[in-house]
């Protein structure tokens, strides 16, 4: 007769999975429509969820620690005080979670005075007793020391790891080297820092395993401490009262329930009501949670459009069948579009096939090439696409349109009415992640939908997509058209709902056509400029190189960071300030500081920043001359920061240096066409000019609206000067200034930035604020109103969510204030200088110019001009910008012209 199945109590440690779920997500978090993070909570529940369903618990416990001091506190005063608090986006989910669990009837319990973890051992005594065997389900090593013959520990995945791996005492054997009766003595010897727990000091895991695996316990290892060295006698001798303190710190007590007559029924699993539960995983957007909770059940999950449902997809038989079904669609006028081709770079992709479709869950997908064969006609297809996309102005949905757009006018099919951009939405809506790919977005806002990978479709194989087979191409295509309609249906919704559609629609989609048609356009490089310089710098590194070694007396690889340190700490005897796993840092900051001291650090600084030019540009840049048009095409990314501001990749732009000779010489070799001049148009102290504003400072408007230089005018009230006195120190001071304190410098980087005392710095920022009381009043408004609402917006209303505002970790808290107002000042000069390109791209569109904006740099603007229209467009620009956005003081443009990027500087 076989053996009757014992129940299992699954308790689950409440605080170590809400805390493991809120870090798992650290880099990336989950956050809602509104940007709260709730990776807290989605973990916690997924894997609660996941226990019930995959282990089928008879009962489940939740434990939880209580706001009460545990008996720990009362017997080391020192007990976690290191730990630091919580954040404050994971605090504030706490109480969710809890209410979710009292709504789904889920049993928690946590006692006064006592750990989650006394509490745990002591639901484990009970269910012994009752001949039921107990799963912890938690990651504390801790709690290893309850494992036994029916007390096992489900842990979570390591790295490289999918699943939970139940632990017994074999297990611990394995990990650990020592049996679950030992892990107390293990615990008091190595001792823990995360708790404060002082253990033996000088004896870690190797030493304690190998001390029990001899002695067997704490108590035997002392008793023979005639038989260790000399070394581990001592410190064992000099730290038995904290070895045997610690001892009984990580000692978990196992009666702090009543053992003998605890009722264990009342955590029976079948009396679980997830059901319950549901209004409020609404509330939090949960509808994967929804989702599994139905499926949980047994029950059929109602299909919407926001939910993990696969689609049903379509190939598009014939070029007739195209048309009729772009017909039909037109009538909507507006369907989700998506490319498939050849590259991911756009001006090398040849199209390969199509997909599109007008409702979610449905979707077509028309190839040209599929398994590396012609399957229907380019032509006829372009020319059916360019009846409703061009001349029809069927609107389009995509995700990351710039693409699909730059593409199809590479293919005769320029002007596409661009619609809706999944990925800028997705962006207005949460600036504070970095991931908008159709991946990511469908598993975080698709009930934790897994699209089909690209790497999956293209694999080495293949190498193309246009040797994808038919099916293959089929399925994969065809999703992204789908997956995009269904995020388009969400995000629309959600837009209105936060006010952030005005921005979406006048601002960042126009914007797109911009910044393509910039793209598409590229700016030509004298490649044999940089030939000339490359030349240059190659002596200048020589020569460095030489100096070094003669001021040093012999050669070395100034490469190595370990030759580095011999040379500057040992040889030169120069202070080292930053300990690292190798010896001292070589970094960057630390050769600033260095270098007021040696020659040696400023000339390996000058070395390296010359390596870098010549790396990342000198030798970089003629390589990416695109052989069809003779142009270098950077390109645009909108969604790279939380700020608005744009940034560019291959090349990177924003990154050449802008105030010295060498950045110079690298802008010279970018050059007009003949017959045309460079333009720049550069917004004057646009950031100041924001600051101003919204400070509502007189004294800097008064600056600004009298055209004086705002960094004389500083200093002339710092240091109590008429304005023409103010010497060129003085200004550069205040300069330092006037851009630290917008950005919340602090006065121990003001003084390294100026080479001062930090107490001289202070003063400088007191002075400031000072003069300038109400710039002092606005940033701390910006503060309270984020720590109010959790985020900031711009004058245009783009917002940015600052979870840590309310940190109760200073470091963290000081760092999301510097955030919160860098984010309102930065992102409005931002949004200014997007409406600036939008409204001077359209004058040039109504005056018919043969000129052409390029580039966007920071607040510069670079327009390659026909020498004949060289006036009109100067007036026209110079007005478009300045009367892009009305502020309570001018915006003021400076124009230059030359003949390379460089010679306007």
Same mark, same amino acid.
């Not at 501001?645 to 090349?651: E, F, Q, Y």
């Not at 023409?724 to 550069?732: D, Y």
């Given at each position: 007769?076989?053996?009757?199945?014992?129940? *299992?109590?699954?308790?689950?440690?409440?605080?170590?999975?809400?805390?493991?779920?809120?870090?798992?997500?650290?880099?990336?978090?989950?956050?809602?429509?509104?940007?709260?993070?709730?990776?807290?909570?989605?973990?916690?529940?997924?894997?609660?969820?996941?226990?019930?369903?995959?282990?089928?618990?008879?009962?489940?416990?939740?434990?939880?620690?209580?706001?009460?001091?545990?008996?720990?506190?009362?017997?080391?005063?020192?007990?976690?005080?290191?730990?630091?608090?919580?954040?404050?986006?994971?605090?504030?989910?706490?109480?969710?979670?809890?209410?979710?669990?009292?709504?789904?009837?889920?049993?928690?319990?946590?006692?006064?005075?006592?750990?989650?973890?006394?509490?745990?051992?002591?639901?484990?005594?009970?269910?012994?007793?009752?001949?039921?065997?107990?799963?912890?389900?938690?990651?504390?090593?801790?709690?290893?020391?309850?494992?036994?013959?029916?007390?096992?520990?489900?842990?979570?995945?390591?790295?490289?790891?999918?699943?939970?791996?139940?632990?017994?005492?074999?297990?611990?054997?394995?990990?650990?080297?020592?049996?679950?009766?030992?892990?107390?003595?293990?615990?008091?010897?190595?001792?823990?820092?995360?708790?404060?727990?002082?253990?033996?000091?000088?004896?870690?895991?190797?030493?304690?395993? #190998?001390?029990? @695996?001899?002695?067997?316990?704490?108590?035997?290892?002392?008793?023979?401490?005639?038989?260790?060295?000399?070394?581990?006698?001592?410190?064992?001798?000099?730290?038995?009262?904290?070895?045997?303190?610690?001892?009984?710190?990580?000692?978990?007590?196992?009666?702090?329930?009543?053992?003998?007559?605890?009722?264990?029924?009342?955590?029976?699993?079948?009396?679980?009501?997830?059901?319950?539960?549901?209004?409020?995983?609404?509330?939090?957007?949960?509808?994967?949670?929804?989702?599994?909770?139905?499926?949980?059940?047994?029950? $059929?999950?109602?299909?919407?459009?926001?939910?993990?449902?696969?689609?049903?997809?379509?190939?598009?038989?014939?070029?007739?069948?195209?048309?009729?079904?772009?017909?039909?669609?037109?009538?909507?006028?507006?369907?989700?579009?998506?490319?498939?081709? *050849?590259?991911?770079?756009?001006?090398?992709?040849?199209?390969?096939?199509?997909?599109?479709?007008?409702?979610?869950?449905?979707?077509?997908?028309?190839?040209?090439?599929?398994?590396?064969?012609?399957?229907?006609?380019?032509?006829?297809?372009?020319?059916?696409?360019? +009846?409703?996309?061009?001349?029809?102005?069927?609107?389009?949905?995509?995700?990351?349109?710039?693409?699909?757009?730059?593409?199809?006018?590479?293919?005769?099919?320029?002007?596409?009415?661009?619609?809706?951009?999944?990925?800028?939405?997705?962006?207005?809506?949460?600036?504070?992640?970095?991931?908008?790919?159709?991946?990511?977005?469908?598993?975080?806002?698709?009930?934790?939908?897994?699209?089909?990978?690209?790497?999956?479709?293209?694999?080495?194989?293949?190498?193309?997509?246009?040797?994808?087979?038919?099916?293959?191409?089929?399925?994969?295509?065809?999703?992204?058209?789908?997956?995009?309609?269904?995020?388009?249906?969400?995000?629309?919704?959600?837009?209105?709902?936060?006010?952030?559609?005005?921005?979406?629609?006048?601002?960042?989609?126009?914007?797109?056509?911009?910044?393509?048609?910039?793209?598409?356009?590229?700016?030509?490089?004298?490649?044999?400029?940089?030939?000339?310089?490359?030349?240059?710098?190659?002596?200048?590194?020589?020569?460095?190189?030489?100096?070094?070694?003669?001021?040093?007396?012999?050669?070395?690889? &100034? /490469?190595?960071?370990?030759?580095?340190?011999?040379?500057?700490?040992?040889?030169?005897?120069?202070?080292?300030?930053?300990?690292?796993?190798?010896?001292?840092?070589?970094?960057?900051?630390?050769?600033?500081?260095?270098?007021?001291?040696?020659?040696?650090?400023?000339?390996?600084?000058? %070395?390296?920043?010359?390596? #870098?030019?010549? %790396?990342?540009?000198?030798?970089?840049?003629?390589?990416?001359?695109?052989?069809? $048009?003779?142009?270098?095409?950077?390109?645009?990314?909108? $969604?790279?920061?939380?700020?608005?501001?744009?940034?560019?990749?291959?090349? %990177?732009?924003? /990154?050449?240096?802008?105030?010295?000779?060498?950045?110079?010489?690298?802008?010279?070799?970018?050059?007009? +066409?003949?017959?045309?001049?460079?333009?720049?148009?550069?917004?004057?102290?646009?950031?100041?000019?924001?600051?101003?504003?919204?400070?509502?400072?007189?004294?800097?408007?008064?600056?600004?609206?009298?055209?004086?230089?705002?960094?004389?005018?500083?200093?002339?009230?710092?240091?109590?000067?008429?304005?023409?006195?103010?010497?060129?120190?003085?200004?550069?001071?205040?300069?330092?200034?006037?851009?630290?304190?917008?950005?919340?410098?602090?006065?121990?980087?003001?003084? /390294?930035?100026?080479?001062?005392?930090? +107490?001289?710095?202070?003063?400088?920022?007191?002075?400031?604020?000072?003069?300038?009381?109400?710039?002092?009043?606005?940033?701390?408004?910006?503060?309270?109103?984020?720590?109010?609402?959790?985020?900031?917006?711009?004058?245009?209303?783009?917002?940015?969510?600052?979870?840590?505002? /309310?940190?109760?970790?200073?470091?963290?808290?000081?760092?999301?204030?510097?955030?919160?107002?860098?984010?309102?000042?930065?992102? $409005?000069?931002?949004?200014?200088?997007?409406?600036?390109?939008?409204?001077?791209?359209?004058?040039?569109?109504?005056?018919?110019?043969?000129?052409?904006?390029?580039?966007?740099?920071?607040?510069?603007?670079?327009?390659?001009?026909?020498?004949? @229209?060289?006036?009109?467009?100067?007036? &026209?620009?110079? +007005?478009?910008?300045?009367?892009?956005?009305?502020?309570?003081?001018?915006?003021?443009?400076?124009?230059?012209?030359?003949?390379?990027?460089?010679?306007?500087?």
């Amino acid at each position: 007769m076989s053996q009757e199945k014992r129940e *299992t109590l699954y308790i689950i440690d409440g605080y170590g999975l809400i805390y493991r779920s809120y870090f798992a997500f650290i880099n990336n978090p989950l956050r809602d429509m509104e940007g709260n993070n709730v990776s807290a909570l989605f973990g916690f529940f997924n894997s609660l969820l996941m226990v019930q369903r995959e282990y089928n618990p008879d009962y489940l416990v939740v434990a939880m620690d209580t706001a009460a001091p545990t008996h720990r506190h009362q017997l080391y005063k020192e007990y976690k005080a290191n730990r630091e608090a919580a954040p404050q986006d994971l605090h504030s989910q706490v109480p969710k979670i809890e209410a979710i669990l009292e709504a789904a009837n889920i049993p928690r319990i946590g006692v006064d005075g006592w750990e989650a973890d006394d509490v745990i051992a002591s639901l484990a005594t009970c269910a012994s007793k009752q001949d039921i065997e107990t799963i912890m389900v938690t990651g504390d090593k801790d709690l290893l020391q309850l494992v036994k013959s029916d007390v096992f520990a489900l842990r979570p995945p390591r790295r490289g790891e999918k699943s939970y791996r139940k632990t017994g005492e074999e297990e611990v054997f394995e990990e650990f080297g020592i049996y679950p009766s030992q892990m107390i003595d293990y615990l008091a010897l190595i001792g823990d820092s995360s708790d404060n727990i002082p253990g033996v000091a000088g004896i870690g895991p190797k030493g304690a395993q #190998k001390l029990l @695996e001899k002695y067997k316990d704490l108590d035997s290892i002392y008793t023979n401490l005639d038989e260790l060295t000399p070394k581990q006698a001592e410190r064992l001798t000099n730290s038995k009262e904290l070895a045997y303190l610690s001892k009984d710190l990580v000692t978990l007590r196992h009666d702090v329930v009543d053992v003998t007559n605890f009722d264990t029924t009342k955590f029976r699993a079948d009396t679980i009501e997830w059901q319950k539960s549901i209004p409020l995983f609404e509330e939090a957007q949960a509808r994967s949670i929804i989702a599994a909770i139905n499926s949980l059940g047994g029950e $059929t999950v109602e299909e919407e459009s926001g939910s993990a449902q696969e689609g049903s997809y379509h190939l598009v038989e014939s070029i007739a069948h195209l048309e009729e079904l772009l017909a039909e669609m037109a009538k909507g006028g507006v369907i989700a579009f998506d490319l498939e081709t *050849t590259s991911l770079e756009e001006m090398e992709a040849e199209v390969v096939g199509f997909s599109f479709t007008n409702r979610p869950f449905e979707a077509w997908y028309f190839p040209l090439i599929a398994g590396g064969e012609e399957v229907n006609d380019s032509e006829a297809a372009r020319e059916v696409l360019r +009846k409703y996309l061009i001349e029809g102005q069927l609107a389009l949905v995509g995700q990351n349109l710039k693409y699909d757009y730059k593409v199809l006018s590479r293919w005769g099919l320029k002007g596409a009415n661009l619609h809706f951009d999944t990925m800028l939405a997705a962006w207005l809506l949460d600036s504070a992640t970095s991931l908008y790919n159709l991946d990511y977005l469908a598993e975080r806002y698709l009930d934790g939908y897994k699209t089909i990978p690209y790497n999956s479709v293209v694999t080495e194989k293949e190498g193309n997509f246009k040797d994808v087979p038919l099916d293959e191409a089929l399925n994969y295509g065809a999703e992204d058209a789908d997956i995009t309609w269904r995020l388009y249906e969400l995000f629309a919704e959600q837009l209105k709902k936060r006010h952030l559609e005005k921005l979406f629609r006048e601002l960042e989609m126009p914007l797109v056509k911009v910044l393509a048609e910039m793209e598409l356009k590229g700016i030509l490089l004298d490649a044999q400029k940089l030939a000339d310089f490359d030349k240059e710098v190659v002596k200048r590194l020589e020569a460095i190189e030489s100096e070094i070694f003669g001021e040093v007396g012999f050669e070395f690889n &100034l /490469n190595s960071p370990k030759q580095l340190q011999e040379v500057l700490f040992e040889k030169r005897g120069l202070p080292a300030t930053k300990k690292i796993k190798s010896g001292y840092s070589t970094a960057t900051d630390v050769l600033e500081q260095l270098a007021h001291l040696d020659t040696i650090p400023a000339l390996i600084l000058q %070395n390296r920043g010359l390596v #870098k030019l010549k %790396n990342t540009y000198i030798d970089t840049l003629p390589t990416m001359i695109n052989p069809q $048009t003779g142009r270098v095409h950077t390109s645009y990314t909108q $969604t790279g920061t939380a700020t608005g501001r744009l940034s560019s990749r291959n090349p %990177n732009l924003q /990154n050449i240096p802008v105030r010295n000779e060498d950045g110079r010489r690298i802008r010279e070799a970018f050059v007009p +066409k003949e017959g045309s001049l460079l333009l720049s148009a550069d917004y004057a102290q646009i950031e100041l000019v924001v600051l101003a504003h919204l400070a509502d400072d007189s004294s800097l408007k008064e600056a600004f609206l009298r055209g004086e230089d705002i960094h004389t005018h500083t200093a002339s009230l710092i240091f109590n000067l008429f304005p023409e006195f103010v010497t060129a120190e003085q200004r550069r001071i205040a300069k330092t200034i006037n851009f630290g304190v917008m950005y919340g410098m602090s006065a121990f980087r003001l003084s /390294n930035e100026l080479q001062i005392t930090r +107490k001289e710095a202070q003063t400088f920022i007191d002075d400031y604020f000072n003069r300038f009381a109400k710039v002092n009043a606005f940033m701390e408004g910006v503060k309270e109103e984020a720590r109010k609402v959790g985020r900031v917006a711009t004058l245009l209303g783009r917002e940015r969510s600052i979870p840590e505002i /309310n940190s109760r970790n200073a470091t963290v808290r000081s760092g999301a204030e510097r955030v919160a107002v860098n984010s309102v000042i930065q992102g $409005t000069a931002a949004d200014i200088m997007k409406l600036a390109m939008l409204r001077v791209c359209e004058a040039f569109k109504k005056a018919k110019f043969k000129s052409s904006l390029l580039l966007q740099v920071h607040d510069e603007l670079i327009f390659e001009v026909v020498e004949e @229209e060289m006036l009109e467009v100067q007036t &026209l620009v110079k +007005k478009e910008m300045e009367e892009a956005y009305t502020l309570s003081i001018p915006i003021k443009v400076n124009l230059e012209v030359g003949t390379s990027w460089g010679a306007m500087l």
